[in-house]
């Protein structure tokens, strides 16, 4: 799933009677998301919507139905265009509402929030909340990032089994040299037992929850 470009998390499509997280919270079929504080967007100013957002300057989720309009464009740069959408289209929040309406649904919010404290505080409560939310460390090529999330991670080990490793190859390759310096970064600064533990043990967990009923 990738809301920013041009829908929310809880379009009647997504949500609903006949919908595709009713189908998939039935079946046990996973839903991985985009949700991070940046990435890509539509470039759009303004879009058709028809489900929860957070309005542009607003701090919840709120109802919406019909044409929103963004303030940010590409002439105002890329980042500040995506990061408008992002919080408009993809906040946690807004999948807060999805998982109130299905608890039993399998849902991964990728990147942990990058980007943005508020957004990785607001994964980590869902994290606790919901047995079936988990979120993944992708994309995090820098550093401090890294180590940001692995402080969170150490801090609380109650959702330690929910961290999940992942790479986004091939767009990785937009900041490093190849993905042997990616894998390696995220080697060294996450230390083994991290590691080994959210690239081996928690996807092993994690898939047990779907494999088995997609293999009936």
């Known amino acids: 799933m990738y809301p920013p470009n041009g829908f929310s998390p809880y379009?009647?499509?997504?949500?609903?009677?006949?919908?595709?997280?009713?189908?998939?919270?039935?079946?046990?079929i996973p839903v991985v998301s985009h949700c991070s504080y940046?990435?890509?967007?539509?470039?759009?100013?303004?879009?058709?919507?028809?489900?929860?957002?957070?309005?542009d300057g607003?701090?919840?989720?709120?109802?919406?139905?019909?044409?929103?309009?963004?303030?940010?464009?590409?002439?105002?740069?890329?980042?500040?265009m995506v990061?408008?959408?992002?919080g408009?289209?993809?906040?946690?929040?807004?999948?807060?509402?999805?998982?109130?309406?299905?608890?039993?649904?399998?849902?991964?919010?990728?990147?942990?929030?990058?980007?943005?404290d508020v957004w990785q505080a607001d994964i980590l409560r869902?994290?606790?909340k919901y047995p079936n939310c988990y979120t993944d460390l992708s994309c995090m090529s820098d550093v401090p990032t890294?180590?940001?999330?692995?402080?969170?991670?150490?801090?609380?080990?109650?959702i330690q089994d929910k961290v999940l490793y992942g790479s986004d190859f091939f767009l990785d390759m937009f900041f490093n040299d190849s993905f042997e310096q990616y894998l390696q970064r995220m080697q060294k600064t996450l230390g083994a037992a991290m590691f080994d533990k959210i690239s081996v043990e928690n996807p092993k967990k994690y898939m047990a929850k779907w494999y088995a009923s997609a293999a009936n």
């Open 146 to 158: 890294i180590e940001a999330a692995k402080a969170i991670y150490n801090s609380n080990p109650d």
């Open 83 to 86: 990061r408008e959408r992002a």
């Open 38 to 55: 940046g990435g890509f967007a539509t470039p759009a100013m303004s879009i058709d919507v028809n489900g929860y957002i957070v309005p």
């Open 11 to 28: 379009d009647k499509v997504l949500v609903g009677p006949d919908s595709v997280f009713e189908f998939c919270s039935k079946n046990q």
């Open 88 to 116: 408009v289209l993809n906040n946690p929040l807004v999948w807060e509402k999805v998982l109130e309406k299905y608890n039993n649904l399998i849902l991964v919010l990728a990147h942990f929030g990058s980007g943005s």
């Open 58 to 80: 607003k701090a919840e989720a709120v109802a919406y139905s019909g044409a929103y309009t963004f303030s940010k464009g590409l002439r105002d740069g890329f980042t500040v």
């Open 126 to 128: 869902l994290l606790k």
